[in-house]
């Protein structure tokens, strides 16, 4: 720490508030595991109409999101821009929330899952977990990494599809997801159905075990683990090793940890505190709501705890590889990184002032994508939760910021270390 304090001086940052460490644990996983989540991951067959993988919406073509303010899941083929919807399978809405960044999920300090943290490590629940199936989540996954990639299956937006279309679809509808002829049942009977597969698992699990759901997720959880681990930035050799940083970003650095304040949510090694704050995001889409409900807002963690002083608050993203990782925020209303930035100095003007044009999103006809932001009073809810104060920066401060966020790319981790697969086990086409 001396010796960064020192090189901070020389390099005009003295001022800027404590760094963190860099020394985030990362559990070993086994390379059969990791290799069999590769497969799994780009596969199709985990969707309930064998048309969506894991990839569709988290690739890494598009930083491991999806490169849309807000996506579309089930009855849509493609990626990015060119995800195009399926006229004999028409999504019923876009996914209600921006796809996130999967770096360093594998890392032990993360322990809250969604943007809402719907999904998160708590010792006082069954298998240390707490999930939206609460006493009925069923028990063997690995952790809580494992534990979240069960549910994007069960999503009809997602994967699962709509209504009838499909048995899973079916059973999600029905609300049988665990247990024989549940949901989760019938997606592992399709996958050891194909003899790879099956012989995979076997290898890794033993050819006695009761084969299940929570294998395939831990082997998905395995290979974002392994994937999509990013430590090893500028930013990291800079705390590890005191390589200089590029003067600009020094300046940036200052900023993050100093005047702007950024430090005060995005902490720590990945730039998170793993917490929900209010920021005055704006919203667009479906919003979270039932099928049953007619509104289309999204108030966040509120929707979790029922606490009225968590409305419109959503959990801290880490900024690991953050310029690739766009659009932003959970609607993805930003399609820059400077823009969101901006956001952060003055939340409720800019929510005020927003401009739609910036939008990411696939034609889905038929969408009122803006009847929060049409709406007066929902902009006046979302501002009145705001909980940061205008920060004024000029823009050559701003310029610093950015130089200094772009030294969080790992590009190892960019790439990915396995990449995509030319083929998957069940035959299914896959996007590239």
Not at 20 to 48: K, M, N
Not at 231 to 259: C, I, Q, W
Request: hydrophobic share 40%; glycine share 10%.
């Amino acid at each position: 720490m001396r010796i960064l304090l020192a090189l901070m001086v020389c390099l005009g940052v003295a001022q800027a508030g404590p760094l963190p460490r860099a020394d985030s644990e990362f559990p070993v996983q086994e390379p059969a595991l990791v290799h069999l989540g590769q497969q799994l991951f780009y596969d199709p067959i985990l969707s309930g109409g064998e048309s969506t993988s894991c990839a569709s919406c988290h690739h890494p073509r598009h930083g491991t999101g999806d490169g849309l303010s807000l996506g579309l899941g089930d009855g849509a083929h493609g990626l990015g821009l060119e995800r195009k919807i399926d006229a004999d399978n028409k999504p019923e809405q876009r996914i209600p929330r921006n796809a996130p960044a999967l770096f360093n999920l594998g890392a032990e300090e993360f322990g809250v899952m969604f943007h809402d943290g719907r999904l998160e490590q708590n010792s006082l629940q069954p298998n240390g977990v707490r999930t939206p199936l609460g006493a009925e989540m069923i028990a063997g996954f690995s952790g809580v990494l494992s534990a979240q990639s069960m549910f994007p299956v069960l999503s009809a937006d997602e994967m699962a599809g709509h209504y009838s279309e499909n048995k899973i679809s079916q059973a999600v509808r029905q609300g049988f997801l665990t247990g024989p002829g549940g949901a989760w049942d019938l997606i592992s009977r399709r996958v050891l159905d194909i003899e790879h597969y099956r012989i995979e698992l076997e290898a890794i699990f033993g050819d006695t075990a009761e084969l299940g759901f929570v294998h395939i997720s831990d082997a998905l959880a395995a290979f974002m683990a392994v994937e999509w681990r990013s430590d090893n930035s500028a930013f990291d050799r800079f705390l590890r090793d005191g390589e200089v940083l590029p003067a600009a970003a020094a300046r940036g650095m200052e900023l993050f940890y100093g005047k702007a304040q950024c430090d005060q949510c995005h902490s720590g090694q990945f730039q998170t505190d793993h917490d929900f704050h209010a920021i005055a995001m704006p919203q667009l889409g479906p919003g979270k709501a039932a099928r049953f409900e007619r509104h289309a807002r999204d108030v966040g963690r509120m929707r979790v705890t029922g606490d009225e002083a968590d409305a419109y608050a959503f959990r801290t993203p880490s900024l690991r590889n953050v310029t690739e990782t766009g659009p932003y925020g959970h609607s993805g209303a930003y399609a820059s990184l400077e823009a969101v930035v901006r956001h952060h100095l003055d939340p409720v003007e800019r929510l005020k002032s927003y401009d739609r044009s910036q939008v990411v999103l696939p034609v889905l006809p038929d969408t009122k994508d803006w009847r929060v932001m049409d709406d007066a009073n929902e902009i006046a809810a979302i501002a009145a939760a705001n909980e940061l104060e205008a920060i004024p920066l000029d823009d050559q401060e701003v310029a610093d910021l950015l130089a200094f966020l772009a030294t969080l790319n790992d590009p190892a981790a960019l790439r990915g270390r396995l990449g995509v697969p030319d083929t998957v086990p069940s035959g299914l086409p896959v996007e590239k």
